[in-house]
C-alpha cells in the first residue's frame, strides 16, 4: 500500500497538487480506517462503526471523481467538509468525546487543511474548523449527555493509544512524503540546471565556432567586392551595388562579432588585456569614423573633451572602443535630426589611476522610463515601435555593460523619451606616464572616407601566401595585386615546405587552422628546415581568429605579426610593406601621403620585437644600430645635480671634474622606475614586445627599477644578463640575433642563461675609486689594497663582481701580465670578437695593450671602446677590461 501510494506521489506524470490531493485523500481512507478499527476494539457502537465505514466508501469515490475530473480544490474541500466538519465531531459524540482518542484526530484535521490548501481557502478553512471543534468542545462540556461515555479504563486508554499512534505515524508520513516531494523536486531542478547549462556551453560553442566558420566566407566577399570597387570608371549601379555588398557584410561582420562576444561572456572566456595606449590617439580612432557617419545623415557631430587627460593609460583599448563605439553608434543610429555629443574626461583617484568618463548624448527618440530597466538585457530591444524599422540585435548594450563591468567600471543611462539620451561610462585606468598635460586633443580630419591608397610597389619581392581555403588565396593575391609583388600560392603546410625549400620569398602569409599541419607547426618547421630558403624570413599569421589577445598569442608563437581575416587591405599592404627589405620598394606611396589624412586604421605595422638594454654596456654605435638595440641611459650623481652618462657627461669630462672639485659623492645610477616605463612605453609605440637586457642585479639597481616598469605593461619582459659593460652587450646582441632569426622567446631566455656563463669578463683596476668601492670591498681590504699599491683584478662570476687575483708592480708590467694570464688559454677563447674598455687610458696605453693582446690572441674583429662615465667612476682611470666568449 505504502509503496503504491509512494509511486503515486512521485510519479512525475502527475501535477504536484495531483500528487499532493493522493497523498491527503489516502492518509484520509486510512485514518477512518483505523478510526473504524479503534470503534471496533472499543465497543464504540453500531452507529459510530457504520458512520465510518460510510465515510472510508465516500473518500474513496470522492478520490476517484477528484482524480477524474481533475477539480482537485473541489474534492479537497469536500474531504475538509466531511472528515473535519461532519466526521470528527460526530465521532467525538459518538466515540467518548474528551476522554477518547477524538482531540487528537481533531489535530489529525488541522494538519489537513495545512496540507491541502493555500492562499485564503487555507485561512477559511483554517478558521471554519477551529470554531467547529470549538463548538464541538463547548457542547460537548453543556450537554454531558449528548457525549456517548466509552468504558472506563480499558476502552478509554486503548481509543486514546490507538488516536496517538494513527495519528503521529499519519502526520509523520505526511511529513515524510512531503520531504520527498520535495527532495525530488530539487534534484530534478538540479539536474535541469545541469542540462541548461550543458546546452548553453554547446551553444557557446557552436556559436564561436560558426562565428569563426562565418568569417571566412565574408572575408571572400569582402575582398572580392573590394577589388571589383578599386576598378576606374565603374557603372554607377555597379558602383552601388559594390557600396550596397561593402555595407551589407560590415554589418554581418559586426553582427558576428556581437555573437562570439556575447559567447565569450557567457562562457566566462572574454579576458580584459591591458596594455599602454594612447589616449588622444584612440580617440582620434572613434571620433574621425562617428564624424563621418552623423554628417551622412546631417548630423552635429560635437567632441568635448576635458582638462587634464593622462596622454598614456594602460587599459584594454581595444575594449574600450568597443563600449564608446557602441554606444556612439547607437545615438546616430537613433537619432532623426539633432546632434550627437561625445564628452571624455574623468579625473585621478589617485597618482597612478584615471576614472576615464564619457559620455554620449543625443537628440534622438530618447527611452520610455519603463523600458530603461531592461535595456541592457541582451538580445531587447526597447521601444519596438520607434526601433522596428532599425537595425539592431538587442546585443550590443549587454555587451558594452559586461565589458565595463569587467573592467571595474560601470554604465548608465539617462534619457527623456522623444528628447534624446544621454549614456555615461566610467572605467577605472592606471595612468602609464607621469605628466598630464601633453594631451592632444583628437582632430577632426578629412570628412571623407578614404578610398584605397595603394601604399607601395614591389615587382622584385616575392611573397608566399598559405592557406587551404582556395577563396582566402585568392582573395589574398587579389588584394596584393597593386603591389605587383609576385606571388606564389600553397594549400598546406606541406606544399609550403616544399616551396621555401625551393625558392627564397621575402614574406610568407600564413593561415593558423589547417588539415594535417597547422600554421604554428608549419612556422616552427620553416626555421628549422634543413636547406630551407626561408629560415629567416618574416611570416605573418593571416587568421580568422579575432578579438581577445590572439596578437600576443601569435607573437609568442613566433609570427613577425598577426592580420585578422577580413582583411583589410590597407592594413596588408602596410604589414607587407614593413617586412619587406627597403631595397625592393621601388615606389613608397606612404612616406608621401604621412603627414594628412585621417587617422582611421590603427598602426599594425610594428615590429615584433625591440631589445633594449642600458648605456652601460659600452657598446659601440655601429653595433646598437646593426643590432636595432635601444639603450636607456644611466646617469652619474655628483654635487652639481645629475647628468646623463655618455650624453651630457662622458669618462673625460667626470674625470676632469673629479680632479677639480675631490666631489667624493659622485656616484653611477640607474634611471628611476617612471624613466623606464617612459622607456618602455616608447619602445612599445614601435615595437609589440620588448626584451630589455639589464645589468646584473647584484651589481645594479636598474634591473629591480626595470622590472618594477615592467609590470605596468604586460608585454616588457626584463632579464637580468649576470653581467656589467660590453659583457652586458653581448648579452643583448645574442638576444637581437636569436630574436632575429625567429627563434621563440621561451627558448630565446634559458639560451641568453646559459651564454651570460660562457663569457669572461675581466677587468684591470689600477687605482680603486674611493667613491665605488667603498661599498663592495671591507675596508680593512681596501687598507691591504692602497698600503700595498696592489692592482685587483676584477671579474663577474655567477651576477656578481668579485677579485680574482691581485697583479704588483710597475704600471706596465701589471698590464702585461694581466693581458697574459686573461689570454693564457688560447683554446677556451671564441676568437670571433673581442671588447677592450679602456676607462681614461692614455693613448700610448692603449696601443701597448692592444700589442700585448696580438702576442697571445688573433680576434677576428677587436672592438675598441671608451668606458662610459659609469664604467670609469666604478673602475677609476687606466683601467682597462678584455671581454670575450669563451668556448665550453
Ligand atoms: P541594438 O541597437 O542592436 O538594438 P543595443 O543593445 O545597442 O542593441 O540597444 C538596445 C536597445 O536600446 C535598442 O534596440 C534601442 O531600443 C535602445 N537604445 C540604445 N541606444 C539608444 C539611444 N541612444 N537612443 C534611444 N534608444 C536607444
Not at 600553397?490 to 625549400?501: P, R
Not at 602596410?574 to 627597403?582: F, I
Request: with cysteine; proline share 4%.
Amino acid at each position: 500500500m505504502l509503496k503504491f501510494i509512494r509511486e503515486l506521489t512521485l510519479s512525475r506524470k502527475r501535477s504536484l497538487e495531483e500528487r499532493r490531493f493522493i497523498l491527503a485523500g489516502c492518509v484520509t481512507i486510512v485514518s477512518i480506517f483505523a478510526a473504524l478499527l479503534s470503534g471496533l476494539t472499543t465497543n464504540q457502537g453500531l452507529i459510530f462503526c457504520l458512520g465510518m465505514g460510510a465515510a472510508i466508501i465516500f473518500m474513496g469515490l470522492l478520490i476517484i471523481f477528484t482524480l477524474r475530473t481533475k477539480r482537485f480544490v473541489l474534492g479537497s474541500s469536500l474531504i475538509i467538509i466531511v472528515a473535519n466538519l461532519l466526521i470528527l465531531p460526530v465521532g467525538y459524540f459518538f466515540g467518548g468525546g474528551l476522554h477518547s482518542g477524538a482531540p487528537l484526530w481533531f489535530v489529525m484535521g488541522i494538519v489537513f487543511v495545512f496540507v491541502l490548501f493555500k492562499g485564503a481557502l487555507f485561512h477559511i478553512y483554517l478558521l471554519l474548523c477551529l470554531v467547529v471543534f470549538f463548538l464541538t468542545y463547548y457542547l460537548g462540556e453543556m450537554h454531558p449527555e449528548w457525549v456517548t461515555p466509552l468504558q472506563e479504563g480499558n476502552d478509554m486508554h486503548l481509543d486514546s493509544y490507538i488516536a496517538m499512534a494513527c495519528v503521529s505515524i499519519l502526520c509523520g508520513t505526511l511529513f515524510k512524503f512531503q520531504s520527498m516531494l520535495l527532495l525530488h523536486e530539487i534534484q530534478r531542478a538540479e539536474k535541469q540546471t545541469k542540462e541548461i547549462e550543458k546546452l548553453n556551453s554547446v551553444q557557446n560553442n557552436f556559436f564561436s565556432s560558426m562565428s569563426h566558420e562565418i568569417r571566412t566566407p565574408i572575408s571572400t566577399i569582402i575582398g572580392l567586392n573590394e577589388m571589383t570597387m578599386r576598378e576606374k570608371q565603374l557603372p554607377a549601379e555597379v558602383l552601388e551595388n559594390t557600396l550596397n555588398i561593402q555595407n551589407a557584410s560590415k554589418m554581418l561582420l559586426s553582427l558576428i562579432n556581437d555573437f562570439l562576444d556575447m559567447s565569450k561572456i557567457q562562457s566566462g572566456k572574454m579576458e580584459i588585456v591591458p596594455a599602454k595606449y594612447e589616449t588622444s590617439r584612440m580617440l582620434s580612432e572613434i571620433t574621425n569614423f562617428h564624424w563621418n557617419k552623423a554628417s551622412e545623415k546631417d548630423l552635429g557631430f560635437e567632441i568635448e573633451v576635458g582638462e587634464n587627460i593622462p596622454p598614456m593609460l594602460f587599459g584594454d583599448e581595444t575594449r574600450i572602443k568597443q563600449i564608446i563605439i557602441n554606444l556612439l553608434s547607437n545615438a546616430i543610429k537613433y537619432t532623426k535630426e539633432g546632434s550627437v555629443t561625445l564628452r571624455f574626461g574623468g579625473e585621478k583617484i589617485s597618482p597612478d589611476s584615471f576614472l576615464m568618463r564619457v559620455e554620449v548624448q543625443d537628440t534622438g527618440i530618447g527611452i520610455r522610463k519603463e523600458s530603461l530597466p531592461y535595456l541592457f538585457d541582451a538580445f531587447r530591444r526597447v521601444e519596438a515601435n520607434e526601433t522596428k524599422n532599425i537595425e539592431g540585435t538587442g546585443l550590443g548594450l549587454s555587451i558594452a555593460k559586461q565589458l565595463t563591468e569587467a573592467m571595474g567600471g560601470n554604465i548608465s543611462v539617462n534619457s527623456i523619451f522623444t528628447k534624446g539620451s544621454t549614456f555615461r561610462v566610467e572605467i577605472p585606468q592606471k595612468i602609464a606616464q607621469g605628466e598630464i598635460t601633453t594631451f592632444r586633443k583628437p582632430g577632426l580630419l578629412d570628412r571623407q572616407q578614404p578610398d584605397y591608397q595603394q601604399s607601395f610597389e614591389a615587382p622584385t619581392a616575392t611573397v608566399l601566401i598559405v592557406d587551404d581555403n582556395e577563396m582566402n588565396r585568392i582573395v589574398c593575391r587579389k588584394l596584393l595585386r597593386a603591389t605587383k609583388v609576385q606571388v606564389d600560392l600553397a594549400e598546406s603546410g606541406k606544399v609550403c615546405l616544399e616551396n621555401t625549400h625551393e625558392k627564397h620569398y621575402d614574406a610568407i602569409f600564413m593561415d593558423h587552422e589547417m588539415p594535417e599541419m597547422d600554421g604554428i607547426e608549419t612556422l616552427h618547421s620553416i626555421r628549422q628546415q634543413p636547406g630551407g630558403l626561408c629560415r629567416e624570413t618574416p611570416v605573418i599569421a593571416l587568421t580568422a581568429n579575432a578579438g581577445g589577445n590572439w596578437d600576443q598569442f601569435y607573437l609568442e608563437q613566433g609570427f613577425s605579426a598577426y592580420l585578422s581575416k577580413p582583411i583589410q587591405s590597407s592594413k596588408l599592404e602596410s604589414l607587407l610593406l614593413e617586412c619587406l627589405p627597403e631595397d625592393l620598394v621601388e615606389v613608397n606611396y606612404t612616406d608621401a601621403d604621412k603627414t594628412d589624412g585621417p587617422t582611421i586604421y590603427e598602426k599594425v605595422s610594428k615590429r615584433a620585437y625591440i631589445v633594449t638594454t642600458d648605456t652601460i654596456t659600452d657598446l659601440p654605435e655601429h653595433l646598437l644600430r646593426e643590432n636595432e638595440i635601444l639603450t636607456m641611459p644611466y646617469y652619474i650623481k655628483t654635487r652639481q645635480g645629475r647628468f646623463q652618462d655618455t650624453t651630457e657627461i662622458d669618462a673625460n669630462n667626470l674625470y676632469q671634474y673629479l680632479l677639480n672639485t675631490s666631489d667624493n659623492s659622485a656616484h653611477s645610477t640607474p634611471a628611476s622606475v617612471e624613466e623606464y616605463e617612459h622607456f618602455f612605453g616608447e619602445a612599445l609605440s614601435e615595437s609589440r614586445f620588448v626584451l630589455h637586457i639589464s645589468s646584473s642585479r647584484s651589481m645594479s639597481k636598474s634591473f629591480e627599477y626595470a622590472t618594477q616598469a615592467a609590470e605596468s605593461f604586460g608585454n616588457v619582459h626584463v632579464v637580468d644578463s649576470g653581467q656589467i659593460t660590453a659583457a652586458q652587450g653581448m648579452v643583448a646582441i645574442r638576444a637581437a640575433e636569436l630574436l632575429r632569426s625567429g627563434v621563440r622567446l621561451e627558448e630565446v631566455l634559458p639560451e641568453l642563461d646559459r651564454y651570460q656563463k660562457q663569457i669572461s669578463l675581466q677587468f684591470l683596476v689600477p687605482a680603486l675609486p674611493e667613491s665605488n668601492t667603498k661599498h663592495r670591498l671591507p675596508y680593512l681590504l681596501r687598507v691591504a689594497i692602497k698600503a700595498f699599491n696592489l692592482e685587483p683584478v676584477f671579474i663577474t662570476r655567477k651576477g656578481k663582481l668579485t677579485i680574482r687575483r691581485f697583479l704588483l708592480g710597475y704600471i706596465r708590467s701589471t698590464q702585461d701580465q694581466f693581458v697574459r694570464s686573461v689570454l693564457s688559454n688560447p683554446r677556451r677563447i671564441n676568437t670571433k670578437r673581442l671588447f677592450v674598455i679602456f676607462n681614461c687610458c692614455p693613448m700610448e696605453v692603449r696601443d701597448h695593450v692592444l700589442n700585448e693582446i696580438e702576442k697571445y690572441v688573433h680576434f677576428d674583429e677587436v672592438i675598441v671602446n671608451l668606458g662610459s662615465a659609469s664604467s670609469f667612476i666604478n673602475c677609476g682611470p687606466n683601467s682597462f677590461g678584455l671581454i670575450f666568449e669563451t668556448i665550453e
